[in-house]
């Protein structure tokens, strides 16, 4: 994927002036009158969607390429508590709704997924993204135990 980052500088005028109130501080009368600011806006096409799909929740981070966060959204976080927020329309919203300010803030136009955990959000975020931005990739990157845990020590009767 190419790191496709655009700045875009706009030219704001700061309107406030600074009086001095008798302090006798001398040159501050001046300062901040007339200057330009230039705001700088990253345009950022690409970004990897990280969807954490565990049992009881689903967060999504929506990161660019070199891995730095741009939105974020939880299923918590949309509104739904208890046994509604480890639902797969839970996850919809919370995918649709990081993708979205990502989209708003940045001007994001493709994605890569990345899913993480076994929980029932993990479908129906892909679907939210797939619905907002296109999608390039979709990776799987639950982790896989080599050895696992250590097994329980056998039963003496």
Known sequence: MVD?????????TSGQGT??????????????????????????????????????????????VKGNTLAWATAGGC?????????????????AKAIQKARELYGAE????????PGPGRDASVRAVRDTVQITAIFDVTGIPFNGCRAPSARRV
């Open 110 to 117: 493709s994605a890569e997924v990345r899913i993480y955990g």
């Open 19 to 64: 009086t001095t109130g008798g302090t006798g501080t001398g040159g501050a009368a001046g300062k901040g009158q007339g200057r330009l600011k230039k705001k700088t806006k990253r345009v950022i096409s690409d970004v990897v969607v990280h969807v954490f799909a565990s049992f009881n929740n689903t967060i999504i981070t929506v990161t660019d």
């Open 4 to 12: 496709s980052t655009q700045v875009v500088e706009e030219e704001t």
């Open 79 to 95: 509104g739904f508590r208890g046994s509604r927020k480890s639902t797969p329309f839970a996850g919809q919203v919370a995918a």
